[in-house]
């Protein structure tokens, strides 16, 4: 199978890179690396050969490719896929991008929630198939065994979304954030007798200064927060917050009955890893160990942790979370808003099962069915 790989090289493509290698996927396929910038240029993938690039803007070479999978963001998929599927081939589309998501010829790919209806889509003659939001897969893989048993009414999630969902420039300018914010404050910690008070102060006129670094983020973030997140959708919500509800009821085919699922995303401090924190009615009453075992045995990456402190804090952390495929959820309690009205919280690393892990595990489907 001749696989070409585009944005290789960036965040979302390296974690790829990284879990392909792990899992020897390398070994069944002929991969092929395409660069839109450095084509015809040598490079070694991964410590892989050394290899020479080939030109991702250049239909015929793309074309030349049973598979494609990009990781080169939403402007190369608008740019090529629609010229490329119309030039005649018809080989496999995997992408990271939102671009097609939506789009009635393609499939949200989240194979251990969808994967009988990638089957399906595959027996039918689907080519597009395409990473879902990043929370949005996270919150169903965690929420999975409740999905799965009918039982979810709605869903309120409050989202506090790491600095790498918006990308490697991000994570450094959050990095340079912190930096500043202690080169601001330093002589003051190391003074003994030095007031939390005028530390605070110090801390404060940094971040308010006109050179604290905000290129990316557009606002302070390391010791602040940002509630808003993605474009405005014109009617109070942001694109992000959109996407929980289209998304989950497309993965679910629930376009015509939806599960209204609403919430506020809002970019937090963390390097890497979202965190969600769930609000959800069911359609009956369920004890809480109940709701327990049934997220517990839906999949092999959830885990529920238990609603006590220690727990909690050891596990439901991103520190905890970060570069493992595991997805825990906890605090789950039944509340006293109103009927069946149950609260929960979970972590997810989205380089991984919200990124990188369900394009490499469609590869993986396309490779078994070759065999």
């Known amino acids: 199978m001749q696989v070409g790989l585009v944005g290789w090289r960036g965040m979302v493509g390296s974690v790829l890179m990284q879990r392909m290698s792990a899992e020897k996927d390398f070994d069944e396929i002929t991969p092929s690396f395409f660069s839109t910038s450095q084509a015809g240029q040598s490079a070694v993938p991964m410590g892989r050969a050394e290899v020479v690039l080939y030109d991702a803007n250049n239909l015929n070479q793309l074309s030349e490719m049973d598979v494609i999978i990009s990781c080169q963001g939403g402007d190369y998929t608008k740019r090529v896929h629609g010229p490329l599927r119309e030039s005649g081939w018809s080989g496999y589309w995997?992408?990271?991008?939102?671009?097609?998501?939506?789009?009635s010829d393609a499939v949200i790919i989240l194979d251990p929630i969808n994967g009988s209806d990638i089957d399906v889509a595959l027996g039918s003659g689907k080519k597009d198939f395409i990473g879902g939001n990043c929370t949005t897969s996270l919150?169903?893989?965690?929420?999975?065994?409740?999905?799965?048993?009918?039982?979810?009414?709605?869903?309120?999630?409050?989202?506090?979304q790491a600095?790498?969902?918006?990308?490697?420039?991000?994570?450094?300018?959050?990095?340079?954030?912190?930096?500043?914010?202690y080169d601001a404050a330093e002589n003051e910690l190391t003074l003994s007798s030095g007031q939390i008070l005028n530390i605070d102060a110090l801390v404060l006129d940094r971040m308010r200064a006109h050179d604290f670094p905000t290129e990316h983020f557009g606002a302070p973030l390391a010791g602040s927060l940002i509630p808003w997140i993605d474009s405005d959708m014109g009617n109070g919500q942001s694109k992000e917050e959109w996407k929980a509800q289209a998304e989950t009821n497309k993965i679910l085919r629930r376009e015509e009955n939806p599960i209204a699922i609403e919430g506020i995303c809002v970019r937090v401090g963390a390097m890497r890893c979202h965190s969600q924190a769930l609000t959800f009615k069911l359609s009956k009453s369920v004890s809480e160990s109940e709701v327990e075992n049934i997220l517990n045995q839906a999949n092999d990456?959830?885990?529920v942790v238990p609603n006590e402190k220690a727990s909690t804090i050891s596990m439901l952390s991103p520190t905890n979370v970060t570069r493992t495929l595991n997805v825990p959820i906890?605090?789950?309690?039944?509340?006293?808003?109103?009927?069946?009205v149950y609260s929960a919280f979970t972590v997810g690393d989205q380089l991984l099962w919200g990124a990188a892990e369900p394009l490499r595990r469609m590869l993986r489907i396309l490779i078994d069915r070759e065999e």
């Open 94 to 103: 995997i992408d990271a991008a939102s671009t097609l998501r939506m789009t």
């Open 139 to 160: 919150m169903m893989l965690a929420m999975h065994g409740l999905f799965q048993e009918g039982l979810i009414d709605w869903i309120s999630t409050m989202t506090y």
């Open 163 to 181: 600095a790498s969902g918006a990308g490697a420039q991000n994570m450094r300018e959050l990095i340079q954030q912190m930096g500043s914010i």
């Open 301 to 303: 990456w959830v885990s």
């Open 330 to 340: 906890g605090r789950i309690r039944k509340l006293s808003l109103a009927d069946n």
